[in-house]
């Protein structure tokens, strides 16, 4: 999604529609108006003091599985959840993880993206976010909602950051109306 995201900031030429699942656009949680600029700014912080540095060191040490188990430690709040997955999803999850060895190793988790830049995205947009997902990224989107012209935010109940395995004929069913509304 984040990439998404910044592929209709770079190039709108090349995007019709677009349907974006909780980007982690974490930077945006700086520029939160209002009520919530405060809960911005301290998960921003949060983030950045106890998500990235332990994470990154994992990965550039080499410590795929630690990287990860602390990424979901983080996210779901749940020090145990990485122990509780089969052993199938561990696997999978290691051998999807190289984008993760790329983007930790040698680049920026989180790049920036400013609210001006999110504006100039005229594409009709669909953001999907999940009723039982991380806190920040229903933050993230709502701000994403209020700042894309053309968008519409869905929050399917029940659902979590995993949404496509949650629910995958509802997100399915949500992306060809679009692709279908646009084309």
Same mark, same amino acid.
């Given at each position: ?71 979901? /430690?983080?996210? +779901?709040?749940? =020090?145990?959840? $990485? %122990?509780?997955?089969?052993? *199938?999803?561990? /696997?999978?999850? +290691?051998?999807? =993880?190289?984008? $993760? %060895?790329?983007?930790?190793? *040698? ?77």
């Amino acid at each position: 999604a984040l990439t998404s995201l910044f592929l209709a900031a770079g190039h709108p030429h090349l995007i019709h529609s677009m349907v974006l699942a909780e980007p982690p656009a974490v930077s945006l949680l700086a520029h939160l108006p209002g009520p919530r600029a405060d809960i911005g700014i301290e998960t921003l912080r949060d983030i950045r003091a106890n998500l990235v540095p332990p994470l990154t060191a994992a990965f550039r040490a080499g410590d795929r599985e630690g990287g990860i188990r602390h990424f979901l /430690a983080y996210m +779901l709040g749940d =020090a145990d959840a $990485w %122990d509780r997955l089969s052993a *199938r999803s561990k /696997a999978e999850t +290691l051998r999807n =993880a190289g984008e $993760w %060895d790329v983007i930790l190793t *040698r680049g920026v988790l989180f790049p920036q993206i400013a609210p001006p830049t999110i504006r100039g995205i005229v594409a009709p947009t669909r953001l999907l976010s999940g009723e039982k997902s991380t806190r920040f990224l229903g933050l993230i989107d709502a701000e994403l909602a209020a700042l894309l012209p053309n968008s519409r935010r869905i929050v399917l109940a029940g659902a979590t950051h995993q949404m496509w395995y949650d629910q995958p004929e509802t997100c399915r069913a949500i992306a060809l109306d679009l692709f279908q509304r646009s084309h």
